[in-house]
Structure formats: C-alpha cells, structure tokens
C-alpha cells in the first residue's frame, strides 16, 4: 500500500501549503493512506478540533506529535485520529499508536516515539518500549513509525533496531529534510528526517523576528515577547511517499518536496 507522509505543518502557512499540495498529489500519487505531524499546525497551543477537520477534509487520515504535546490541553483532539509519543514517561491523555482500517480495509499501525536529546520531555527508553508495543500489535499491512527527535543519530539508532521489523521508521521535529532516503538492508523504508510543511524565509517555519527573540532569551538576554507572526510566502511542503511491502518492510520510498530553492 502507498503511504505517504508530511513532517510537521507548521502554522497557517503549512496549512495552506498542505492543503495545494494535497490537491494536486492525492490524484498524482494516489496514496491509500495520508498521514501528518500537526504538533506545530497551531504554534504555541494544541492544535484545533477546527484545524484537524479542515486537514482531514484535504485527504489527511492520520495525525502524529512530538514534544509540543506539552504546549497545552491534548484532551481536547485525542479523540480525533491522531497519536502523541507513547513514551513519554508518566501518565498522559491520549495513545500512542493506533490501528487504522483505511478504505480500502488495509490495516496500518501509526506509532509515535520521541527520541531523548536535546528535547524537553522525559522519555522512556524507546529501544523497550517499541520491542514491547510490537508484541502487542499485528497490523495486517504496514506499520508505520514516526521517530520525533533533534538529532539524527538517534532516528538512525532506531531506524536499525526495527529494520525488518515495521514498514518505515520516517524522522520528525527539526522541520530541515534530510538527504538519507533510502530502504534499509532488510526493508524497511528510512529518513532520519522527513522536513516540514512551512514558510522557508522563516527560522523552522516561524518569524526570523520572534524565533531570534526566544533564541535571544535562552541565552539570557532580556527581549520581550511580542505577539505570534504568520511568516509571508514562499512556502515548503516535505514528504515521503513509501510503498509498503508488509508490516515489516517496503518496496520503495521516496522523496516529495515543493521546498523552493531561493
Ligand atoms: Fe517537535
Ligand atoms: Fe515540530
């Protein structure tokens, strides 16, 4: 089955930019299945019941998280088809993985994970946890991984622990695609990270102005906050299209991009 996949769809913008592509690429490409990262679709909150409906009415299926999980109430979409990191540690409103039937009755696991460095939130071992999941689920048709993490040697860590094992294990949470594509030695589809839906003249999608200003911030100096600021066009969509073979690996992967050059 052919899945394809957007990193993270950062704010209005990233909507927007969805929203055309999906116009033109579900007849393009076909997919029985669309999945996408909403954690940025509403910067500085949850995303929206509002939001996830006007993204699920372009052709998305399925939503995954990250870290921004923790930017406000998950309890208000977990109902919606979407899954946050199922290892955060503690307990948390929501799932995260689920078995989706798609219209054409193929089963497919959405799994959520979130690596450790350099992010906030606590996080369980996620070599175990996966291993435990797997025993649990057994999806007739693909299973699909979204690793949420900062640095790619993480995405790679896990990417080989479960070659052979699920569909694809694609990156999230950076918002810069990576130019490592590839199907791994046993065939399960990889990129240590897939980019974002958003404005490209921005820092990851947000304002140059606000992003310097929190950066500035970090690093302890006193820049007041000024309020949220949807950057102008030219806008970038990054995805992957995979065509699963199975549960445990794919025929191919490959990269989508509408990232313009300048
Ligand atoms: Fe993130
Ligand atoms: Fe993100």
Same mark, same amino acid.
């Given at each position: 089955?052919?899945?394809?996949?957007?990193?993270?769809?950062?704010?209005?913008?990233?909507?927007?930019?969805?929203?055309?592509?999906?116009?033109?690429?579900?007849?393009?490409?076909?997919?029985?299945?669309?999945?996408?990262?909403?954690?940025?679709?509403?910067?500085?909150?949850?995303?929206?019941?509002?939001?996830?409906?006007?993204?699920?009415?372009?052709?998305?299926?399925?939503?995954?998280?990250?870290?921004?999980?923790?930017?406000?109430?998950?309890?208000?979409?977990?109902?919606?088809?979407?899954?946050?990191?199922?290892?955060?540690?503690?307990?948390?409103?929501?799932?995260?993985?689920?078995?989706?039937?798609?219209?054409?009755?193929?089963?497919?696991?959405?799994?959520?994970?979130?690596?450790?460095?350099?992010?906030?939130?606590?996080?369980?071992?996620?070599?175990?946890?996966?291993?435990?999941?797997?025993?649990?689920?057994?999806?007739?048709?693909?299973?699909?991984?979204?690793?949420?993490?900062?640095?790619?040697?993480?995405?790679?860590?896990?990417?080989? %622990?479960?070659?052979?094992?699920?569909?694809?294990?694609?990156?999230?949470?950076? %918002?810069?695609?990576?130019?490592?594509?590839?199907?791994?030695?046993?065939?399960?589809?990889?990129?240590?990270?897939?980019?974002?839906?958003?404005?490209?003249?921005?820092?990851?999608?947000?304002?140059?102005e606000r992003?310097n200003a929190w950066i500035r911030r970090?690093?302890?100096e006193d820049v007041p906050k000024s309020p949220p600021k949807?950057?102008?066009?030219?806008?970038?969509?990054?995805?992957?299209?995979?065509?699963?073979?199975?549960?445990?690996?794919?025929?191919?992967?490959?990269?989508?991009?509408?990232?313009?050059?300048?």
């Open positions: 089955m052919k899945i394809l996949f957007f990193g993270d769809i950062v704010g209005k913008p990233g909507q927007a930019a969805v929203k055309e592509a999906m116009s033109v690429w579900k007849d393009q490409y076909q997919p029985d299945f669309v999945i996408a990262n909403a954690e940025n679709a509403n910067p500085g909150d949850i995303v929206t019941p509002k939001i996830l409906d006007e993204l699920i009415s372009t052709g998305i299926e399925a939503f995954t998280y990250g870290d921004h999980f923790f930017d406000g109430d998950f309890s208000k979409v977990a109902e919606y088809p979407i899954v946050r990191p199922h290892n955060f540690s503690g307990d948390h409103p929501g799932t995260g993985y689920k078995v989706f039937e798609t219209a054409l009755h193929r089963q497919v696991a959405v799994i959520n994970l979130m690596g450790q460095a350099f992010v906030k939130p606590r996080v369980e071992n996620y070599f175990n946890v996966i291993d435990e999941l797997l025993k649990k689920i057994d999806p007739s048709d693909a299973i699909f991984v979204d690793f949420h993490a900062e640095t790619t040697s993480e995405t790679e860590a896990i990417g080989w %622990h479960l070659d052979g094992r699920v569909s694809a294990v694609i990156g999230t949470h950076t %918002h810069v695609p990576t130019a490592d594509t590839r199907l791994l030695p046993k065939g399960t589809a990889f990129q240590a990270d897939v980019g974002m839906s958003g404005a490209v003249n921005a820092i990851i999608g947000m304002d140059i992003a970090q690093l302890g949807d950057p102008r066009t030219p806008y970038a969509v990054d995805a992957v299209l995979i065509e699963t073979d199975g549960p445990t690996k794919s025929k191919s992967i490959k990269r989508l991009t509408t990232r313009p050059a300048a």
